[in-house]
């Protein structure tokens, strides 16, 4: 089974680049969620998405945007990115609140 | 608002012996409350959870968790660790009281406890 996949999961970029990260769940789950993981710091939700068409803010959301136009994909864009953004991201997904939340394996973005 | 507070970011503990990682929540509704387990450069992964019922929950590899309201907490523990146990361990908590069609259902994640198990 698929679940929950992140492309690329490695990448480093110049400051003031733009690059998207592309997350794809197989399972039909309506909700969506970008985190991002800082050493010391537990995950912090960036974006998320309750279902196709919708999406809003998190606890972090500057420098990122989200679109939601299908059930299956929830890419999250950075634009002109900054050192502070470096950082390991995570892509989330469940089917209805309460039920287990599944993880990406991550994304790690360095910024330089 | 929501919020996790896992006490103590490092954990160490020798083989055989029983492991407590610590979480107190707020939260203004009941809460639903989980354990994720994160290792090395890998995504995180469900332990347990509580939603309704049963306050002690059991998860996988053994481990377990005790809601208890009047003390806000769902410490995870595990009688006998063992050298697969070390990882980094996560509580999250989300309002239940948010939870309905539509609603913006979304987990608040404590710092983190790294588990070390010594040999």
């Known amino acids: 089974n698929a679940g929950v996949t992140q492309t690329p999961k490695f990448r480093i970029l110049k400051i003031g680049q733009s690059m998207t990260l592309q997350c794809t769940q197989d399972?039909?789950?309506?909700?969506m969620y970008w985190y991002r993981q800082d050493p010391g710091m537990g995950l912090k939700l960036i974006y998320y998405s309750v279902g196709a068409g919708i999406t809003d803010k998190g606890e972090v959301p500057n420098g990122y945007n989200v679109s939601r136009s299908t059930t299956e994909d929830f890419p999250l864009r950075l634009e002109l990115a900054a050192p502070s953004q470096t950082s390991v991201y995570f892509c989330?997904?469940?089917?209805?609140?309460?039920?287990?939340?599944?993880f990406g394996e991550g994304s790690w973005l360095t910024v330089v | 608002a929501q919020s996790v507070t896992q006490l103590g970011s490092h954990v160490s503990v020798s083989e055989g012996a029983l492991v407590l990682l610590r979480c107190n929540y707020s939260?203004?509704?009941?809460?639903?409350l989980f354990w994720y387990v994160q290792y090395p450069n890998q995504g995180l992964q469900l332990l347990l959870k509580y939603t309704t019922g049963a306050t002690l929950v059991k998860g996988i590899n053994g481990f377990e968790a005790e809601f208890k309201k009047s003390e806000t907490s769902f410490h995870l523990t595990k009688p006998s660790a063992h050298m697969s146990d070390a990882a980094e361990y996560f509580c999250a908590v989300s309002d239940l009281g948010v939870v309905r069609s539509g609603s913006n259902y979304k987990l608040t994640f404590g710092k983190g406890t790294l588990l070390t198990v010594n040999p």
């Open positions: 989330a997904s469940t089917l209805y609140p309460g039920n287990t939340i599944y």
């Open positions: 939260s203004s509704v009941p809460p639903y």
């Open positions: 399972m039909n789950h309506n909700y």
